[in-house]
T-cell receptor
Framework: SQTIHQWPATLVQPVGSPLSLECTVE??????LYWYRQAAGRGLQLLFY??????ISSEVPQNLSASRPQDRQFILSSKKLLLSDSGFYLC????????????FGNGTRLTVT | KQEVTQIPAALSVPEGENLVLNCSFT??????LQWFRQDPGKGLTSLLL?????REQTSGRLNASLDKSSGRSTLYIAASQPGDSATYLC???????????FGAGTTVTVRA
């Protein structure tokens, strides 16, 4: 069966510090991978998605970037965090067809102080 | 741009009552619609996926219907239990697109 791992679960970082969140998927090949952000009381905002290694689509211009160095690894990064980067970050995957369901990791709670 | 709306934002019912959660979307050219559950501080758990060619999907006490022409989906939860307390989100995928558009969710409280 397929599983998705996301870490760390919580993170407190000062403004201006770098960020690296990692997500890995097991039990499937060539998944579509996604990074979402959920702000308090708001819906999910798609940040990045990837349909293959090295293929990253950005949905929102911002202080963040994403990379996919391996087939089942997706990394969210920032060189300098802003207060507005605080939120709940969720990694997700789906099989490479548009009829497949989306599956989420447990999320990372990021607080920028 | 696809807009997804979930009303009401919050709902409180006594245990045993049936739950009816609504989801509406503006663009009927969807590939599928997915319902999720989110517990506080946790990720989203997939509940049901309805393809555009289907009218409904069932899993245990959960039943989801889809009416593409009117841009609506309804999630029914029979005989609610306190453990059903959570936020329920719907998401739609437009045809030939890998991205999903999410509603803001309905937060359900089932009172014992």
């Amino acid at each position: 069966s397929q599983t998705i791992h996301q870490w760390p679960a919580t993170l407190v970082q000062p403004v201006g510090s770098p960020l690296s969140l990692e997500c890995t998927v097991e039990g499937t090949s060539n998944p579509n991978l996604y990074w979402y952000r959920q702000a308090a009381g708001r819906g999910l905002q798609l940040l990045f998605y990837s349909v293959g290694i090295g293929q990253i689509s950005s949905e929102v211009p911002q202080n963040l970037s994403a990379s996919r160095p391996q087939d089942r690894q997706f990394i969210l990064s920032s060189k300098k965090l802003l207060l507005s980067d605080s939120g709940f970050y969720l990694c997700a995957w789906s099989a490479g067809t548009t009829t497949s369901p989306l599956h989420f990791g447990n999320g990372t709670r990021l607080t920028v102080t | 741009k696809q807009e997804v709306t979930q009303i009401p934002a919050a709902l409180s019912v006594p245990e045993g009552e049936n739950l009816v959660l609504n989801c509406s979307f503006t663009d009927s050219a969807i590939y599928n619609l997915q319902w999720f559950r989110q517990d506080p501080g946790k990720g989203l758990t997939s509940l049901l996926l309805i393809q555009s060619s289907q009218r409904e999907q069932t899993s245990g006490r959960l039943n989801a219907s889809l009416d593409k022409s009117s841009g609506r989906s309804t999630l029914y939860i029979a005989a609610s239990q306190p453990g059903d307390s959570a936020t329920y989100l719907c998401a739609v995928r437009l045809s030939n697109d890998y991205k999903l558009s999410f509603g803001a969710g309905t937060t359900v409280t089932v009172r014992a």
